[in-house]
């Protein structure tokens, strides 16, 4: 993983890490209040030979003898035998293994003296057991080195120059230490967790991760809503947003830009519906007369988020029930009109691919000056495929952290096969950062004011502005 993959993961995981840095970060305090304290003490010997004769050169001979030695004694100073003997001098019930355990002994390289430390929860018997290990470890030495002549002394004696005594400096726990390592272990379990999810998860999650799934251009960044009309009853930077994405669809083709749209997605649940209905606001709103024919014919939902009549719409019209001007309602929405699905056909793909469909939308075009299609998804029926040739461009909609990457591909490779002139790709709930192209939120803002401001003459006359004196729409003068 390169540093700019491993930057990226920490940017799109970063609650993961700072969750599993404050695991490691609590537990550290955890194990260091929970642990009882203890006590260190520390007692030296020194190692010598006894010389044969009193010249420099047995001196010599004795200090390397020592030196040779030293290793093996430090083996001898913690063990069992040493350890029993203690063991049996206490006689407290405390064992030999268990005095092993918290008993040490080492030596500085090419020198004679030795230590032995003991640790304890009392400073005192840590003492009193580094001592007794001491005087132990001693008598070891002189029944070992003793030559078969008892009148001898011993070839090498271990002398204590400085017995243990207690210390009460703590030396475990370790609270600076367990809270490096706890801190520690959290950032690379967390590093490691993230990118497991990050190789796991297929999903798309901004505007970068889309651009480098697809090929093609991103259009739309809208950030999160709770409201499926956000443009009228959240106004903000989710409005601004539409807004911006509607300047996108002038400036596609200056010369012939789309007048009739289709809107769908890989899949369902992505907010395909959401992106009709508020994009249709924010063109009304510039002055246009719009229209939104619910397309979808299995799971209709534009009527319900403008609160009119379903039981009349497009499969009606289709159908011969009634003409497309009596099936269009008006809306709240100055200048929006909706043509809902009608009653729920048993052959909806028939019906969405049959010329009268394509009379349909050729004739509604005609009588407004946008026409937005809201489409079923792509890769579960055919249906949205089937409506692409009565659309001057499709729009795909895609949800932030929820649409894979390989439905996207998989769906825009099935829109590619029948020809489908795909506009651009909008991204819902997209993270409040986003940004595309060179534009920032505020320069987006400036440049879509200046054309809302040329396309109408105020947005607080728009809101004021009853639907009586609204002029009529096209169809309603026919």
């Not at 002994?105 to 003492?127: C, G, K, M, R, W």
């Not at 009148?151 to 005594?165: D, F, N, S």
């Not at 669809?249 to 508020?278: H, I, Q, W, Y």
Request: aromatic share 4%; charged share 20%.
């Amino acid at each position: 993983m390169t540093f700019v993959e491993l930057w990226r993961v920490i940017r799109s995981r970063y609650l993961i890490i700072v969750a599993f840095v404050a695991v490691g970060l609590l537990s550290a305090v955890a194990v260091t209040l929970l642990t009882t304290p203890k006590y260190s003490s520390t007692a030296t010997l020194y190692i010598s030979s006894a010389p044969s004769a009193e010249n420099a050169q047995s001196a010599y001979q004795g200090g390397l003898l020592s030196q040779q030695r030293i290793e093996s004694y430090v083996e001898l100073a913690a063990s069992p035998r040493v350890a029993s003997d203690v063991a049996n001098s206490l006689n407290n019930g405390v064992s030999p293994n268990d005095l092993l355990k918290e008993v040490t002994a080492s030596s500085e390289p090419d020198t004679v003296v030795l230590q032995i430390t003991a640790t304890d929860q009392s400073s005192v018997q840590a003492a009193d057991y580094a001592n007794r290990f001491a005087a132990s470890f001693s008598n070891l030495i002189r029944e070992l080195e003793q030559p078969s002549d008892s009148k001898l002394p011993p070839a090498v004696a271990a002398r204590v120059v400085q017995p243990a005594t207690p210390n009460d400096l703590i030396v475990s726990p370790q609270a600076g230490l367990n809270i490096g390592v706890g801190l520690l272990a959290g950032l690379f379990a967390g590093l490691f967790v993230a990118a497991v999810r990050e190789n796991l998860d297929r999903s798309i999650h901004n505007v970068d991760e889309l651009r480098l799934a697809t090929d093609v251009s991103v259009v739309g960044a809208i950030p999160v809503s709770s409201d499926r009309l956000a443009v009228r009853n959240e106004p903000g930077p989710v409005a601004e947003a539409y807004r911006q994405l509607r300047t996108s669809l002038d400036f596609m083709n200056v010369d012939e830009p789309p007048r009739t749209v289709l809107v769908t997605s890989a899949v369902e649940g992505e907010g395909k519906t959401t992106a009709v209905c508020n994009l249709a606001a924010v063109l009304a709103d510039a002055g246009r007369t719009v229209l939104i024919v619910d397309g979808d014919l299995r799971r209709p939902a534009v009527a319900d988020v403008f609160g009119v009549e379903r039981a009349i719409g497009v499969s009606s019209v289709l159908a011969g029930r009634v003409g497309a001007d009596d099936a269009i309602q008006p809306t709240h929405i100055p200048r929006l009109s909706v043509l809902a699905s009608g009653p729920q056909p048993p052959n909806p793909n028939e019906l969405l691919s049959s010329d009268q469909m394509r009379l349909l939308i050729e004739r509604v075009s005609k009588s407004f000056d946008m026409v937005l299609i809201d489409a079923p998804p792509v890769l579960p029926v055919a249906d949205a495929l089937a409506m692409t040739a009565v659309s001057d461009g499709s729009l795909f909609v895609v949800r932030a952290g929820a649409t894979d990457k390989r439905r996207v591909k998989d769906a825009l490779d099935l829109m590619a096969s029948v020809s489908a002139h795909v506009l651009g790709i909008v991204l819902l709930a997209a993270p409040s950062s986003a940004r595309y192209g060179n534009y920032s939120y505020k320069a987006a803002k400036s440049d879509i004011s200046d054309e809302s401001r040329r396309s109408q003459p105020s947005a607080d006359a728009d809101e004021a502005t009853t639907t009586e004196q609204v002029r009529p729409t096209p169809w309603q003068r026919h």
